[in-house]
């Protein structure tokens, strides 16, 4: 079993920045690639970043391509994701993911690649 444990949520105005992180208690947390979803009212959860296990690959959602970030530091089994430029339609609860497969990146964009998940942070953008 593997936790994962996001913080970093909250309200921030339009054109502010937000850095969210998400904790593993998995000891191998380094051999696993993680990604974020995010999932708005009334809307499907959908793909917003992944990276790979070494962080040597990332992989953003065009919405927000050049105005997030993913990196991990696997010394500290946390994998984070800086936000900037926020918009109102990034408005949503956000969720960390462990890929499923050992050292891979398969579909990394759907949900259905990942076996744990967390509890989710809260992102609210006022405009």
């Known amino acids: 079993q593997v936790h994962l444990v996001e913080s970093g949520g909250g309200l921030v105005q339009a054109g502010g920045s937000l850095r969210l992180s998400c904790a593993s208690d998995g000891r191998t947390f380094s051999t696993y690639a993680m990604g974020w979803f995010r999932q708005a009212p009334g809307k499907e959860r959908e793909f917003v970043a992944a990276?790979?296990?070494?962080?040597?690959?990332?992989y953003y959602a065009d919405s927000v391509k050049g105005r997030f970030t993913i990196s991990r530091d696997n010394a500290k089994n946390t994998v984070y994701l800086q936000m900037n430029s926020l918009q109102p339609e990034d408005t949503a609860v956000y969720y960390c993911?462990?890929?499923?497969?050992?050292?891979?990146?398969?579909?990394?964009?759907?949900?259905?690649?990942?076996?744990?998940w967390g509890q989710g942070t809260q992102v609210t953008v006022s405009s």
């Open positions: 993911a462990r890929h499923t497969y050992y050292h891979s990146t398969y579909h990394y964009e759907s949900r259905e690649s990942y076996d744990y």
């Open positions: 990276i790979s296990w070494s962080g040597g690959s990332t």
